[in-house]
């Protein structure tokens, strides 16, 4: 097992150092434009020892906990190593760290130009590995079930105790059907337990109830994922769930990340878990990331239970460096959405699947799916449930006739039409690649009257692409069509690809291709077509959603066939959007040639 | 009556859609053959076939009928279903316009016109991974059973080089296969107008001569390299049809397309100056190429077998020192049991290569390459052989692949910006006139796949490690040796390029560009 993991996380440092390299030899304006860089930084203010910046609203792959260099733009890795601590680009402000690790002197730098660094974790990461490859010391550590646990041989069978605990802990929680099966297949599992939440069925709700079941019995939990971001949901979750973690410690190791609010709900941020933090047989929640779980391991193990969220990200080494320092684990996630960004992927080594789908494959029918969204209508719903989940999910009876509020009135009612859940505006448009002016200006158009004309808050709304060339066009018109844009009426909107927006909802979804050219999305298909964004793209919508695409989009030919069958999908969303009026009466297809 | 459409006429309409058009309408007098190597492609591949038949379908059952009589054949091969027979081997399925002959059928159980049973579909490839184009022949028999037997196959299935079944889901792809049916039909039928497109795609078509000569007569836009298909269309709706009226854009012009955003600046300049170069018949520098200074360098020709993901069989080493002093060597493997040694062998002339002056992206003398070296194929290499980590990790972060860099910084008066393209205007070595894709519009996809512009190493391995005749293997050696002066030669001609930006710095209609640095 160590070597072909060894050889991944080998293979993707060197992808990651050559990329960067390559990165860096490349004029300022092609970094930013790539969303690996961002320029015209200004201090503004000095909050303790972070920096805060203006930046321009570029969108950007840059995300808080990256690490990177604060140059002049030209000598990169002669800059100041930083770390970011929050990126708010309809802000446009930046708060920067010095890096831990790097001494640096002097005060923080005016401005400049922001890079992607290096940092590279992977011997830390095989390290915190080696107990698990060497049999003996796994066994010791209580560790042995992780190797079981990927090859496929966990025990998934309920401990008979806790799952009688576990029925009557269920009784009280107003949890649905599907919730409670998973709930209590992960409070009673022996080793292991799959718990698959597709959009909106309330997944982080039933890791924060696992997790309170596991405190009410003075266990040791430990939650991790790969995200601050998502460790502090669940955190978040059981504070303000946990009548029940009254009087249990919840720690949060890292960087104070959304600090004043996890203070704000009792939740205490470390650096590192002091020996003996609290008492035996005293519960207590512990939230790391799957990196930072590796040094956790040192100051405090073994964990009762490892709950590892969003785990259709994480990578298998990096979900197993979590599970080494537990004795059971509950695997929350899905691997229908986004999966693990990898350095030199594509290759087709399984090794670069998520820990999700991994498991799925091997443990399949033992899953325990959740099946009720809480988020989607019943015509937003259908397309995902069809294509992704096997129509096994369907809306919860409170949601599914849900309609967007709007005013009377309005220029383009014929596409907000509230009883038509999803539409696809057709606009047609040539050889563009990666952003098209002609759909920026449908989607300013029609954010323009959602918010001025009915009234709809900006923060409920999301235009995603799948380009950031594309967002940044977007982003362009909208300023133009909103002359207020940069002020108070489309604060909160928000305008980025489906990897930013993973994770949360709106009441309103438009999402834009921004491409045209044939030969262009045929030879990127696999990447734009990927199944896992497609499908966050289109479940993050409550009421109404709007594609807005060249019939071009779903004429794309790949060649491989793993694209073509991606290619397939956008066919059938498209087909979907025929107004066959008995097949789908929800769904629409509005032809427009947009006149200004 | 309309010629019937044929499962190759699918096939070629994804690569070209042009192909259609001159299948149906075209004069065949003016198609020619296959060359030299995609001769001997083809040869393999029937080959392939053969050899697999003969293991795995001992007891299926060909129709017989006599030539070309498809309604017999059709007869024949159904009254071989209707028994029951466990597979038929290029049987005949016809309909009113269609005719195709499946290289596979294979029995299932489950209930169809013909009784308890009925039949799937499968070709016999000889590529290392499917690809759409066979997918869709595939589904062009599916439809033609779903007809015949009553009842569409469940899946289609193609067996690739490597001898194992790749399976794909039929239901989920026919819109796709029926889109692109209609399309043809269409082309047929009622003569919708397709435009050629000197692509890649033309090295290995019959009609290259005769797209190559008009495209040269019209002037058309495919000539310039980087204008694909969309780009040609857009350009074409707002008037610029050639390659004159593109490199006589005027600035004001280029700024009234922008302006009605049809294309950028950013785009229309490159664009403009890439037409210039094929008008004039002399390249141009679009950027400075990165290219480390001459004289020290390893240039390396590999070649490896497109059907298998392992290794190489040819390595062709050229080492130039600080001092200018020279040293050759050619590593290559007749058998794949060899190829192992010969990658170790390889990593080990690397380590014992000069260090070099230390450079930002050199931990040594850089390597050269013109794609043979691409990250991709180095770590398939390495991860089926192992070698020395840290050459390996030179070969693989510090390899500079001089066609890209063409590509990327000089606009080259040829329809491709390949090695064999920049020969035949730089007049240098290797303009030999023979290899793939010589005289022949856009060979370099082609000669990618195959072993490199300059050889079909790939093909003449394969001929010599079946004859064991000696000829082939000192066309390989040869070829590669030519490649390898190339490579040096364009190197050269790379650095003097930078050397000339650089004095007079590269400018983009945005402002002055520095390497690093804000304008
Ligand atoms: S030669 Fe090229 S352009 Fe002409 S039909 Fe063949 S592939 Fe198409």
């Known amino acids: ?596 | 009556m309309n010629p019937p459409i044929t499962a190759t006429h699918v096939y070629r309409y994804l690569l070209c859609e042009h192909t259609a058009t001159l299948a149906f309408h075209g004069d065949p007098a003016r198609s020619v053959a296959p060359h030299e190597g995609l001769r001997l492609l083809l040869e393999l591949g029937n080959r392939h076939e053969a050899s697999w038949v003969a293991e795995h379908c001992a007891d299926w059952a060909t129709p017989s009928y006599p030539e070309r009589d498809w309604a017999a054949g059709l007869a024949a091969t159904l009254d071989l279903m209707r028994s029951g027979v466990s597979g038929v081997l290029q049987g005949v399925l016809i309909d009113v316009d269609r005719v195709g002959k499946p290289d596979l059928l294979r029995r299932e159980e489950g209930p169809s016109d013909l009784g308890d049973h009925h039949y799937i579909a499968g070709d016999v490839k000889s590529s290392a991974e499917p690809h759409t184009e066979q997918v869709m022949q595939v589904l062009f028999y599916a439809r033609l059973l779903e007809l015949l037997q009553g009842r569409l196959p469940s899946y289609g299935y193609l067996i690739m080089a490597d001898g194992r079944e790749e399976r794909f889901d039929v239901t989920s792809l026919l819109p796709i296969f029926d889109e692109v049916l209609r399309e043809i039909r269409q082309i047929r039928d009622s003569g919708r107008q397709t435009k050629l497109h000197l692509s890649h795609q033309c090295g290995a078509c019959g009609w290259r001569v005769f797209c190559r000569d008009l495209a040269q007569e019209k002037k058309d836009l495919s000539l310039i390299p980087g204008v694909g298909r969309g780009t040609a269309d857009l350009l074409r709706q707002t008037g610029i049809a050639t390659v004159r009226d593109l490199a006589t854009l005027s600035l004001e012009q280029g700024r009234k397309l922008a302006e009605a955003e049809v294309l950028g600046i950013e785009v229309l300049g490159p664009l403009r100056r890439r037409a210039r170069a094929v008008e004039r018949g002399e390249p141009t520098i679009l950027s400075a190429p990165e290219v480390p200074p001459p004289p020290e360098g390893i240039y390396v020709v590999a070649s490896s077998d497109p059907r298998r993901n392992g290794g190489a069989f040819l390595y062709a080493i050229l080492e130039i020192d600080r001092s200018g002093k020279e040293r050759r060597e050619t590593l290559y493997a007749k058998t794949p049991a060899e190829e192992r040694e010969l990658w170790h062998r390889f990593l080990e002339r690397i380590t014992a290569s000069k260090k070099g002056n230390r450079r930002e992206r050199f931990s040594g003398i850089p390597i050269f390459h013109s794609g043979g070296l691409a990250p991709a194929t180095v770590e398939a290499i390495q991860s089926a052989h192992g070698g020395d980590p840290i050459a390996f990790e030179r070969v693989h972060d510090e390899g500079v692949d001089l066609s890209r860099m063409l590509l990327r910084s000089i606009a080259v008066p040829t329809p491709s910006a390949s090695l064999r393209a920049y020969t035949s205007f730089s007049g240098g070595v290797g303009a030999d006139g023979e290899g793939i894709g010589a005289g022949q519009p856009g060979g370099s996809g082609f000669e990618a796949r195959y072993g490199g512009p300059f050889g079909h190493y790939y093909p003449w391995h394969e001929r010599f490690t079946a004859t064991g005749d000696e000829a082939w293997r000192r066309k390989i050696l040869a070829a590669a040796e030519l490649e390898i002066e190339a490579l040096r030669s364009l190197r050269l001609r790379l650095h003097e390029a930078a050397k000339r930006a650089e004095r007079k710095p590269a400018t983009t209609t945005r402002g002055r560009r520095t390497r690093n640095g804000t304008r």
């Not at chain 1, 004043?260 to 790391?288: N, W, Y």
């Not at chain 1, 799948?466 to 909107?493: K, Q, T, Y």
């Open chain 1, 1 to 596: 097992m160590r070597e072909p993991i060894v050889r991944f996380l080998e293979r993707g440092r060197r992808a990651e150092r050559r990329d960067l390299r390559d990165l860096h030899l490349k004029p300022v304006e092609e970094r930013v434009a790539d969303g690996s860089a961002i320029a015209g930084l200004r201090r503004i203010e000095q909050r303790g020892d972070a920096a805060v910046y203006r930046i321009p609203g570029t969108a950007t792959k840059l995300r808080p906990g990256d690490a990177c260099w604060l140059s002049s733009g030209a000598e990169i890795t002669s800059g100041r190593p930083v770390e970011i601590e929050e990126i708010d680009l309809g802000a446009g402000v930046l708060v920067l760290r010095p890096d831990r690790f790097a001494d640096a002197s002097g005060p923080p730098p005016e401005g400049g130009v922001l890079d992607r660094r290096n940092l590279d974790l992977t011997d830390h990461l095989v390290r915190g590995l080696e107990p698990i490859f060497d049999d003996e010391r796994g066994r010791l550590a209580g560790a042995d079930w992780v190797r079981r646990a990927v090859e496929g041989e966990a025990e998934l069978g309920p401990r008979n105790d806790r799952l009688a605990r576990a029925k009557e802990a269920v009784e009280a929680d107003a949890l649905t059907e599907s919730q409670r099966e998973a709930f209590s297949a992960a409070v009673a599992a022996r080793e292991l337990a799959l718990v698959q939440g597709p959009p909106g069925t309330g997944k982080t709700r039933v890791a924060a109830a696992v997790v309170l079941e596991a405190l009410r019995h003075g266990e040791k939990v430990l939650v991790s994922a790969l995200t601050h971001r998502a460790i502090n949901n669940v955190l978040a979750a059981v504070a303000t769930l946990g009548e029940k973690s009254r009087g249990h410690r919840v720690f949060k190791i890292g960087r104070p990340h959304q600090g004043a609010e996890l203070r704000a709900l009792g939740i205490e941020s470390r650096t590192r878990l002091q020996k003996g933090a609290v008492l035996p047989g005293e519960g207590m929640v512990v939230g790391a990331t799957t990196f930072g779980a590796v040094k956790l391991r040192r100051d405090y193990s073994p964990f009762d239970l490892v709950l590892l969220d969003e785990a259709g990200q994480v990578p298998i080494p990096h979900a197993m460096s979590a599970f080494a320092g537990g004795l059971r684990g509950v695997v929350v996630g899905d691997h229908r959405q986004l999966g693990p960004v990898v350095a030199g992927g594509g290759t087709g080594d399984p090794m670069e699947r998520s820990i999700f789908e991994h498991l799925a494959e091997r443990y399949r029918g033992r899953i325990h799916l959740l099946r009720e969204s809480w988020r989607m209508n019943a015509g937003i719903c259908r397309f995902s449930s069809r294509f992704f989940y096997e129509d096994a999910v369907v809306p919860h009876k409170s949601a599914a006739d849900r309609r967007l509020q709007l005013d009377e009135g309005g220029q383009y009612r014929a596409i907000l039409d509230p009883e038509k859940a999803s539409v696809w505006v057709a606009v047609d448009h040539l050889a563009r690649r990666n952003h098209s002016r002609e759909e920026a200006r449908v989607v300013a158009a029609l954010v323009r009257e959602l918010v001025s004309h009915h009234g709809v808050p900006p923060a409920e709304i999301a235009v995603v692409s799948p380009f950031r060339a594309h967002a940044g066009a977007v982003s362009h018109e909208l300023a133009r069509a909103i002359p207020e844009a940069a002020g108070a009426l489309i604060e909160g909107l928000v305008v980025d690809t489906a990897e930013r927006i993973q994770g949360q909802e709106r009441e309103v979804v438009l999402y834009t291709f921004g491409s045209s050219d044939r030969d262009y999305l045929s030879r990127n298909a696999e990447f734009l077509f990927d199944p896992g964004r497609l499908n966050v793209a289109l479940t993050r919508a409550r009421t109404k959603r709007i594609i807005i695409g060249s019939p071009e989009v779903a004429r794309a030919r790949p060649r491989k066939l793993e694209a073509l069958r991606r290619a397939a999908l956008v066919q059938a969303l498209w087909s979907e959007h025929i107004p066959i009026e008995q097949a789908t009466p929800e769904c629409d297809t509005i032809r427009v040639r947009w006149e200004e």
